[in-house]
């Protein structure tokens, strides 16, 4: 990709909602090494599924020979962005917030650092810092017009809602469009992307940067990560999905993409995979002749995964789901088993059955509910159907001890192709 075509590139993959001057916009990005900012609140310790749309932009920032910049809101997350809320953000402590800077920073550098190009990642705590109320208000609150700021929908939706929106919120507004100005005046970053929710934030720091400094600021916004029914992606029953693997681990971040639906899988394979053009109409076609196969699902988890948790995690999401459809258990944690048996019935015994002459396979298979009497445990055994840890187990005579354990307390029972329960052993 040259420099040239950056922009073309983002409307190519559908990742253009909105854009300031494009004509003036491609002329600023025709010099290589630009510099492209988006900014992350870090509202958790951890960045998850709908911030990957502003980290895959700044990877392609990276790869037109741009230089990409991510702001950490050490000063704003102090606030909340109530743009896309219908509720004002609990507040965080300076140590809470902190902490949360820390881990998304390193998150940042993880997905930015090996695209090869200089990555700047900064926080606008800095520029903030001992910055005085009266002297914001005089430097930069006197060039915001008030008109301006009631206009953006992310304000007038608020304030038709009854809870309204509190005057620190209203304030998030005038600390993104410093943050921009600041931005173009140390680092001569022109050029700010982010979700279409933030379209009123970054327009307002375009007009603060023409009334300052006469200065021409340039601004995209993309597409929210959204699934086909309008939701939200990266949400499901059991939470958000995070980009942390002590949060959501590699194979349930795996298994999100796989079990995406067509439409929206080929919607994130343009979106977010690092994939040629051509790659993704292939993909498009093999979902049409073939929808059964997901081969689109397959090739985003594969990526994002790799992404995201490196060739280590990748693999060990492989093995978790080959796990699933019966490939022997070994070498995995008892947080990751009950993951990927989340679904299955459980039973707890006492820890010390295991030893001396352990648990007979009979009596689990019963107390477990995969058979309904121990007659019928021993029938399954002896017909061929008793699995431990998905290894075949002809003796019905069989006692489960330590070395049949899984993980460190937990083993998996199967009966059949499908049966599954898991035995704890506390």
């Known amino acids: 990709m040259t420099p040239t075509d950056l922009l073309s590139d983002f409307e190519a993959r559908g ?3 909105q854009s300031t001057d494009p004509a003036a916009l491609r002329a600023w990005l025709a010099a290589p090494g630009r510099r492209v900012y988006a900014g992350f609140d870090p509202t958790a310790n951890s960045l998850h ?23 950490l809101g050490g000063a704003t997350g102090m606030i909340g962005d109530p743009s896309g809320r219908s509720e004002e953000r609990n507040l965080l402590s ?24 200089t990555v700047h990642v900064v926080n606008n705590g800095d520029w903030m810092r001992g910055v005085g109320y009266l002297e914001f208000l005089r430097d930069v609150g006197k060039h915001v017009p008030l008109a301006q700021m009631l206009g953006k929908d992310s304000v007038k939706s608020r304030l038709d809602r009854d809870g309204g929106l509190s005057y620190t919120e209203f304030s998030y507004m005038l600390l993104q469009a ?25 327009t307002a720091g375009i007009e603060l940067g023409r009334r300052l400094r006469s200065r021409d600021l340039h ?11 309008g939701t939200k992606m990266g949400k499901t029953a059991a939470g958000a999905i995070w980009l942390d693997p002590r949060r959501t681990s590699p194979y349930r971040f795996y298994q999100y993409w796989i079990n995406l639906d067509d439409a929206d899988a080929g919607r994130c394979v343009e979106r977010l995979a690092e994939l040629p053009l051509d790659e993704i109409r292939a993909l498009t076609d093999l979902r049409a002749s073939n929808p ?14 790799r992404l995201v948790h490196g060739e280590a995690g990748l693999a060990s999401a492989r093995q978790a789901t080959a796990i699933f459809f019966g490939a022997e ?45 121990k007659s019928a445990a021993r029938r399954t055994i002896e017909q061929g159907g008793a699995y431990v840890n998905n290894r075949r187990v002809a003796d019905v005579a069989h006692r489960l001890t330590t070395a049949d354990l899984g993980g460190s307390a937990t083993l998996v029972l199967r009966s059949g192709k499908k049966s599954y329960a898991l035995a704890r052993f506390v």
């Open 15 to 17: 990742l253009v909602h």
């Open 49 to 71: 599924v709908g911030h990957l749309v502003a980290l895959m932009l700044l990877r392609r920032v990276a790869a037109a020979g741009h230089e990409p910049v991510a702001v």
């Open 94 to 117: 300076p140590e809470e917030l902190a902490a949360n800077v820390a881990g998304v920073e390193r998150q940042i550098r993880s997905l930015l650092e090996d695209t090869g190009r």
């Open 178 to 202: 410093w943050d921009f100005v600041h931005l173009s005046d140390v680092l001569d970053c022109r050029v700010q992307i982010g979700g279409s929710d933030q379209w009123g934030n970054i």
């Open 219 to 229: 601004g995209i916004t993309c597409p929210l990560l959204t699934k086909s029914d």
């Open 292 to 305: 059964a196969a997901r081969d689109t699902q397959k090739r985003l988890a594969e990526e994002l995964t």
């Open 329 to 373: 258990i070994g070498g995995l944690d008892d947080a990751t088993l009950a993951e990927i048996f989340a679904d299955v019935p459980s039973r707890e015994f006492p820890r010390t059955i295991l030893d001396g002459d352990g648990l007979p396979l009979i009596d689990a298979f019963e107390a477990t509910g995969l058979a309904a009497t």
